[in-house]
Structure formats: C-alpha cells, structure tokens
Nanobody
Framework: QVQLVESGGGSVQAGGSLRLSCAAS????????MAWFRQGPGKEYEGVAT????????YYNDRDGGRFTISQDNDRNTVYLQMNNLQPEDTAMYSC??????????????????WGQGTQVIVSS
C-alpha cells in the first residue's frame, strides 16, 4: 500500500507559478513510477508528467511546452511539480499517482494503482 498526499494548489493569475507537492508513504519501493495527472471540468484524466524514482527518468505531456518540471526529494519521500507560466487552460484538479506501469502506459491513468485526493489549481485570465 502507498499513501499519497498532495498540497500546493491554489488560485493564480495567468503567467503565475505554483509548486505542487506529493508526499508518499508506505511501500513506495514497489511503485517506482510517480506521476501527476490533471482532470479539467468535464474532461478525462490527462497525464502531465511522470518520474521513474530509481533513476529520475522523466516524461512530460508535450502540450505543456516545457512549462512544467517534475522532481523528487528522496529524503522527504516527496515528488514535486513546478508549474510556470500558468494559463487558464491549466485549470484542473491535479492528482498524484504511484504505480508500476509498463513503459507504454507511464502517462496513462490506468497504469497507476495508488492515487492521492488531488489539489485544485485555478488560473484566471
């Protein structure tokens, strides 16, 4: 079992930044992929970024144009998502997930077993 707790969401104006945190506990070693997903109003879950924690290999959603960075702090067992130049279309519930997906599923919600409760991000124009 893995427990995930997100924090750091909020309301910002377009062009602003936020850093989301995901604190993990439990049997994290068995779930080496940590990912961020978002779900906008009326939309499906969309992969934002993922990191393979043993090697720090990362993958990103191309549509975000390099504005987001995923990182990890092993001492705190925490994964971060730094989001810069936020735009109104980034408004969504952002959720952290942990699992051991096959490589073709690392950006797919169905590749992850454990999920946090989510943190809301609202970007106003």
């Amino acid at each position: 079992q893995v427990q995930l707790v997100e924090s750091g969401g909020g309301s910002v104006q377009a062009g602003g930044s936020l850093r989301l945190s995901c604190a993990a506990s439990g049997d994290t070693g068995a779930s080496p992929w940590m990912a961020w997903f978002r779900q906008g109003p009326g939309k499906e879950y969309e992969g934002v970024a993922t990191i393979f924690t043993p090697t720090r290999e990362t993958y990103y959603n191309d549509r975000d144009g390099g504005r987001f960075t995923i990182s990890q702090d092993n001492d705190r067992n925490t994964v971060y998502l730094q989001m810069n130049n936020l735009q109104p279309e980034d408004t969504a519930m952002y959720s952290c997930a942990a699992g051991s997906p096959i490589l073709s599923k690392v950006m797919s919600a169905d590749g992850y077993r454990y999920w946090g409760q989510g943190t809301q991000v609202i970007v106003s124009s």
